[in-house]
Structures are given as C-alpha cells and as structure tokens.
C-alpha cells in the first residue's frame, strides 16, 4: 500500500457498541486530494459533524501530538505527526481496525489516516472516556485471550505492513514459520541494529547462537498465528468509564501468542490477569522455559532506543539460554 494513500472509512460504519458480529471494516487506498486542513474537512464531512465545537490537547504521548475534537457528532480523537508521513499511522489504522474487527477486545475505532499538506500526518479515530483507573486485570486477561483466539491469520506469521514498536522499525513480512520469523525479523533484527548502532559484535553473535540452538524451547508448543498488539505495556492499557478494559496505541502483528507478554515486565501483571487469560487460551508445554525468550525482543529493543543500561538485561537473558542449552 502507498505510503501516502490516505485511508478511508465511513462513519456510517460506527458501531456503538462491540457486541459480534461486526462488519467488515475496510480502509481502501484513495489518491489524496490535498485540503487545506483535511481532519476538519473528514470531520465535517464523513464524520457527519456539522459544526467543531473546540479542540484541546491531550497529553500523555510521547512520539505525537494528541488531540480531543469537539462536534456536534459527538468528540474525535485526533493524533498529528509533523515529520513522519502517512506510514505510521497507516500501521496503526490497520492494526486498530484489526483488532476491532475481532469483536473482543475494546480498541478505539480508527475513522481515517493521511498526510498533512504543511508535511506529516494525521489520524483520526474514536474518543473513548477513560474511566478512573478500576483496574480489572481479570477482565484484561480474558479480553486478550478472546482478541487472540479470535485474530486468525491465513498468510502465516507477519502483518500486511511493516510497523514500530517505539521508534524502531517491526519487519512483518509474512513467514510459515514461527521460528524462522521470531529469529530473523525480531531477535535478529535488534541484534543487527545493536550492532550496526553500538558495535556491539559481542552481543550480536551470542544471540545468533541462540537463534541457531532455540529450537528446542518451542517442543511442544502450538504455534499458530495469532493477532497481538505487540506492544502491551501499562502505559497502552485503560479502562472505560464502564470499567471495561480497552489497549491503545498498538504495534500489531500475527505471531505466536505468548510473544504478547513480552513487556510484561512493564505491565504489571498480576495472577489473576494469567489466571483469567490461561482459562481462554490454555497454558502450553513448555510456556516458562519461553517465557524469557519472548522479553528479549522488547529488552534488545529497549537497549537499542535507550541505551547500554538495558545491555545487562538483554546479555543475561542470551547467557542464561546458552547455558541452558548448552550452546
Ligand atoms: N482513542 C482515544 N480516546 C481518548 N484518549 C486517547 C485515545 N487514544 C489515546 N488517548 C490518550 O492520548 C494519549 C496519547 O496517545 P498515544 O499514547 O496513542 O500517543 P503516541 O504519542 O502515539 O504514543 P506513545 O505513547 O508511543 O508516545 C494517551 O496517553 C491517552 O491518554
């Protein structure tokens, strides 16, 4: 898909509330008509506002600039990027719109994607009222395990474009295989980066080793293709004002399922988030030895935005393994 197709869907297609089965939601590829402010004009035309009533900031981001707009259709949530074209939200649209379309999970609806004509981009997608912070982890649990049961995937492991998890770049190319695809586009792929940035050859070649000798962890698991967020951590995770659990801001991909649990470790969660979420999609053979595999990738990816002081983590996790393995 053209990085700078603007993605399109009509409002008409809002559902009120997530109850199965929901339409198929479609963001076909439109040649872009620049407007002079082309979220007013979708606003006010698709999104059958009739008058913007106000718009103020919404912190908390990091990477963009968000926005609540207020209409007489009720309030919009807008996010711009300044430098980075349609791509990246292009990523989040298909993702949010994935994930919406399983019917489980809440995720905000995605309405509309483009570029700015001053340069960068724009979405616009469902306001949804955070509720104060019930958290419900068991409810979070269940949700998710249903979202991944849910999420199928004919085309193997991958996505249909590529993504970010932070800044850095998620190669999503479809691959049959689960090992294959978790070696080379997500271990392999922060280890060259940590190489090429730091030159840090030490850790690229032990974890190459690993990726050769991993094998063996996974005997016994089922790994299919199932739709993750990819990028489930607290910071992406509220609650509605029903106390109902929603995720935001994803970085979705088709992968193997424990692979979601991967920022665990800035998740906090707890046992009856497990608990409820192993009642959907059972435990499988050999999840604890894994376990630790599957926060590499967010480790690794995490030394390579931040810096060495993640190094430790990501170098004692590739140690342990190789011991383990005695590789
Ligand atoms: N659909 C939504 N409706 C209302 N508020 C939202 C919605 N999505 C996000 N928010 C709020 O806006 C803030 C910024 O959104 P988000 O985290 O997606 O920004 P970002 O800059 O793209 O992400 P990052 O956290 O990676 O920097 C969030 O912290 C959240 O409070």
């Not at 053209?2 to 076909?28: E, K, Q, V, W």
């Not at 949530?77 to 074209?85: A, D, E, H, L, Q």
């Not at 004509?117 to 979405?123: E, K, T």
Request: with cysteine; hydrophobic share 40%; proline share 6%.
């Amino acid at each position: 898909m053209a990085a700078a197709a603007a993605g399109l869907l009509s409002l008409s297609t809002a559902i009120p509330s997530l109850s199965p089965p929901l339409p198929r939601l479609r963001f076909p590829v439109a040649s872009m008509t620049m407007s002079e402010d082309p979220i007013r004009e979708w606003i006010l035309s698709e999104g059958k506002a009739t008058a913007i009533t106000g718009t103020r900031s919404v912190g908390g981001g990091c990477i963009n600039r968000a926005y609540r707009y207020d209409t007489d259709a009720g309030p919009f949530f807008v996010k711009t990027n300044r430098s980075i074209g349609p791509s990246m939200f292009e990523g989040e649209v298909l993702g949010l719109s994935a994930m919406y379309e399983t019917g489980t999970m809440r995720v905000p609806q995605p309405f509309k994607y483009g570029a700015l004509p001053s340069g960068g981009s724009f979405i616009i997608m469902e306001f949804i009222e955070f509720g104060a912070s019930r958290v419900n982890q068991a409810a979070l649990g269940r949700k998710l395990a249903e979202m991944h049961k849910a999420g199928k995937s004919t085309k193997g492991f991958g996505f249909d474009v590529e993504n970010t998890i932070g800044s850095t770049p998620q190669i999503n190319k479809w691959t049959s295989d689960w090992i294959e695809f978790y070696g080379v586009h997500r271990l392999g792929y922060q280890l060259k980066l940590a190489r090429q940035q730091f030159g840090d050859s030490l850790i690229y070649e032990k974890g190459q080793r690993l990726i050769k000798n991993m094998a063996p962890l996974f005997n016994g698991a089922v790994l299919e293709p199932c739709l993750l967020h990819g990028d489930l951590w607290s910071g992406n995770i509220s609650y509605d004002t029903n106390g109902e659990p929603l995720i935001l801001d994803p970085a979705c991909y088709y992968g193997h399922n424990e692979a979601e649990f991967g920022m665990s470790w800035c998740a906090g969660f707890v046992g009856s988030f497990y608990d409820a979420y192993f009642e959907v999609m059972p435990k499988q053979t050999g999840w604890e030895e894994r376990r630790d595999l599957y926060t590499l990738y967010h480790y690794l990816n995490h030394y390579n935005l931040f810096g060495s002081g993640y190094r430790p983590s990501a170098m004692g996790i590739i140690d342990d393994y190789l011991r383990m393995l005695g590789a």
